[in-house]
């Protein structure tokens, strides 16, 4: 209960402000302004059980940034319901909101002229955490992300990927049972990506907090998320294990062909003849790149191996990156 | 409240650190605290180099509501004006949308949105208020222990009045949000500096009852020097109470309007 989620049949609509370009349309506009409606999430259910960690995809405007917003209480969803940790978020009871952080990768709630503890000193006051309790978080969180010599620095004179990692310790310092992460890793380079996102594993693994996490960053949901949430235009299309999506979005393998000899060559007919009537997807000199449909992998190896002289094969999946842009691209049509 | 004094005095300590940061920052303040001094006191001197009274009130009593007047600005500048600046002023967090970061504290949203930036500078506008109504008293004599008790009860009111007045125009920025419509407010209390008895009787009235600037700065003063009605107080803490009420409303219907800053 403490850190479970309950979302039924939510919706937020948006009042917009539209005007024409143009003078004239700016001074109307004072007079009689229009706004239109903006459904940003439609109808959107789901439970999260406590300690699961979850990715919640979507394309840029699907909605995932407004329902992480309800969750937290920020916002009032126009249709629905939505039950935090126990608790309406919207009521904003102080245990609620002591239940729960958030972290969004473009904002910071770390004090730009202070430094990194005062900035510390003043959450531990606000959620009114023990002298104690804070110590030993504090200690526990520095150690895990190596923050120690960053304490007495002012914020103003961080570099971002140091800010986002004090940052985080600052969203878990009271202990939440919820973490909502709305693109953390966004801006940072490729190991502290990989810092964040161990750190985030153990961190789970040792507190069993709940998390939800919404990510451009394809490789912080797959290293992190075994369940994904995808929205589009407001409403869940898919809710389940990632690795199934993969399968039922992307139901082949891709066979990776690098020939011994040069594929237009007349020993290699055979070869040209037998890829034809498969679905390249990349061509270039000696290597070969195709799709295959899962269950046809074994028995197309035979005649592959037959038909030219190979000097490597490989077989993978398709990158999530394709598989989430194949659902996109399908569900935007 | 305990949990609360602790805070304001963790966010003080906080705001001090900060500006003590800034070394050449402390003399820039004195600088411009002495100059807003010098100006106001040279002003009155000036005034009264030609007349004995300015429509009943003399040079020891007017020097008395400049002193109020600076003490009231003061205070407001030490949190009540930066921690609503920080809300609802240019580049405030409603238009960076790290308000979101103040609704999810687990402390009352308008608690923390009226203490949560400090200007410890403002605490030498203080003293040096403090030296100008003490010269005024000086001029004047010392007002009776019942006038100084009515002074502070009517500061008191004032102070009540000057935060809901703030509170109210901070809250219409959730609603439009351009030119901080605390800086019209400004604008307004500087009529303050002067008795409200010079301005036509409307104005006048208008500045006790509907922009209670005389409520704030001229009331509290006659009761320093010893003009002051003392039935008046009773009407000016039922404003008070009532306004600091309809603010707080105010703040919370509009709080319920915010819908956060864009991703």
Redesign the interface.
């Known amino acids: 209960m403490e850190g479970s989620i309950h979302v039924d049949s939510l919706g937020k609509t948006?009042q917009i402000p539209l005007r024409e370009p143009g003078i004239a349309a700016a001074l109307a506009s004072l007079i009689r302004p229009t706004y239109a409606e903006v459904t940003a999430v439609r109808d959107v259910s789901f439970a999260v059980q406590s300690g699961e960690m979850v990715g919640l995809l979507g394309p840029n405007g699907s909605g995932k940034?407004?329902t992480l917003?309800m969750l937290?209480?920020?916002?009032?969803p126009t249709s629905g319901k939505v039950e935090v940790a126990g608790s309406v978020p919207q009521q904003?009871k102080?245990?609620f909101?002591?239940s729960?952080?958030?972290v969004?990768g473009?904002?910071t709630?770390l004090?730009w002229?202070?430094?990194v503890h005062?900035s510390f000193?003043?959450h531990k006051?606000?959620?009114?955490v023990s002298q104690g309790a804070f110590r030993t978080r504090l200690g526990e969180l520095t150690e895990m992300l190596d923050l120690a010599a960053l304490l007495p620095k002012?914020t103003r004179n961080l570099s971002l990927g140091e800010r986002a990692k004090c940052q985080l310790v600052l969203a878990l310092l009271h202990n939440p049972r919820i973490l909502f992460l709305?693109e953390p890793t966004l801006g940072l380079d490729v190991s502290m990506q990989i810092r964040f996102r161990s750190f985030l594993k153990e961190y789970n693994r040792r507190h069993g907090t709940t998390v939800i996490l919404t990510s451009h960053y394809m490789a912080d949901i797959t290293s992190l998320c075994r369940r994904v949430i995808l929205i589009n235009k407001g409403t869940v299309f898919y809710d389940g294990d990632l690795s199934e999506m993969a399968r039922r979005t992307a139901p082949f393998k891709l066979v990776r062909i690098t020939n011994q000899g040069d594929l237009s060559g007349p020993e290699q007919t055979h070869l040209r003849e037998l890829l034809e009537r498969l679905h390249i997807v990349e061509q270039e000199q000696r290597n070969v790149t195709f799709r295959v449909e899962r269950s046809q992998v074994v028995p197309l190896l035979g005649p592959l191996l037959n038909a030219g002289s190979m000097a490597d094969v490989s077989i993978f999946d398709p990158p999530i990156e394709a598989v989430i842009d194949t659902l996109y691209q399908g569900v935007m049509a | 409240m305990v949990?609360y004094l602790?805070?304001v005095k963790?966010?003080f300590r906080?705001s001090m650190?900060?500006e003590l940061?800034f070394r050449a920052n402390f003399g820039v303040n004195v600088i411009h605290s002495t100059l807003h001094l010098v100006g106001g006191v040279g002003g009155v001197v000036v005034l009264f180099a030609h007349s004995d009274t300015l429509n009943g009130w003399d040079f020891s009593q007017t020097l008395a509501l400049l002193g109020v007047y600076l003490l009231v600005q003061s205070l407001k500048n030490l949190f009540i004006g930066p921690s609503l600046a920080a809300l609802a002023g240019l580049d405030g967090h409603l238009w960076?949308?790290?308000f979101?970061?103040t609704?999810?504290?687990?402390?009352p949203?308008q608690v923390?949105v009226s203490l949560q930036a400090w200007s410890p500078w403002a605490l030498v506008d203080t003293l040096l208020s403090i030296v100008v109504i003490g010269l005024a008293m000086r001029t004047a004599g010392v007002p009776h222990c019942g006038d100084l008790l009515l002074f502070l009860l009517s500061l008191f009111a004032a102070l009540g009045l000057l935060y809901a007045i703030l509170l109210f125009l901070a809250a219409v920025a959730f609603w439009y949000l351009g030119t901080p419509m605390m800086w019209i407010f400004d604008s307004i209390l500087q009529m303050g500096r002067f008795p409200i008895r010079i301005y036509p009787h409307s104005m006048s009235l208008i500045l006790t009852w509907v922009i209670p600037v005389g409520f704030i700065v001229t009331i509290p003063a006659e009761f320093l020097s010893g003009q002051g009605t003392a039935m008046l107080l009773l009407p000016g803490f039922a404003l008070s109470g009532l306004l600091v009420g309809l603010a707080s409303h105010f703040f919370r219907v509009s709080v319920?309007r915010?819908?956060?800053a864009s991703?």
């Open positions: 948006y940034t407004t917003k937290a209480g920020l916002l009032y904003r102080p245990e909101l002591r729960i952080s958030l969004m473009n904002k709630q004090t002229d202070n430094t005062d000193l003043i006051e606000i959620y009114g002012q709305d | 949990r602790k805070l963790t966010l906080q650190q900060r940061a960076t949308g790290e979101d970061f609704l999810l504290k687990p402390v949203t923390l319920r915010y819908s956060s991703s």
